[in-house]
Nanobody, 126 residues
Framework: VQLQASGGGLVQAGGSLRLSCAAS????????MSWFRQAPGKEREFVAA?????????YYTDSVKGRFIISGDNAKTMVYLQMNRLKPEDTAVYYC???????????????????WGQGTQVTVSS
């Protein structure tokens, strides 16, 4: 599976950005596409996930709830992260990832993911 992330950039605090991630290659029946981020000097952290297993479910880390929205297309090969009311602390490199057959409690742990994109920089100025 190849993942291509795009949409990062520089934005002022309070602004919005939309990240996209395109997946190609193998397909799966039960998998999650997620966004993680890594700020300088910090560990990679979970941001949001959409999991397809029959229907779809979404999950968010507490710090982005109410501001970010994750969505996917009907073909389940694209995932988007709409980021609103951005804050300087959202500044990081954002990565998309695919994890196969993950249970809910595993979604926020990067070591359970099978495939990773190259990352896209998001910078929020104050």
């Amino acid at each position: 599976v190849q993942l291509q992330a795009s949409g990062g950039g520089l934005v002022q605090a309070g602004g919005s950005l939309r990240l996209s991630c395109a997946a190609s290659g193998r397909t799966f029946n039960n998998y999650a596409m997620s966004w993680f981020r890594q700020a300088p000097g910090k560990e990679r952290e979970f941001v949001a996930a959409i999991r397809w297993s029959g229907g779809s479910s979404t999950y968010y880390t507490d710090s982005v709830k109410g501001r970010f929205i994750i969505s996917g297309d009907n073909a389940k090969t694209m995932v988007y992260l709409q980021m609103n009311r951005l804050k300087p602390e959202d500044t990081a490199v954002y990565y998309c990832a695919v994890g196969v057959r993950l249970i809910t409690s595993s979604l926020r742990w990067s070591n359970f993911y099978n495939y990773w994109g190259q990352g896209t920089q998001v910078t929020v100025s104050s």
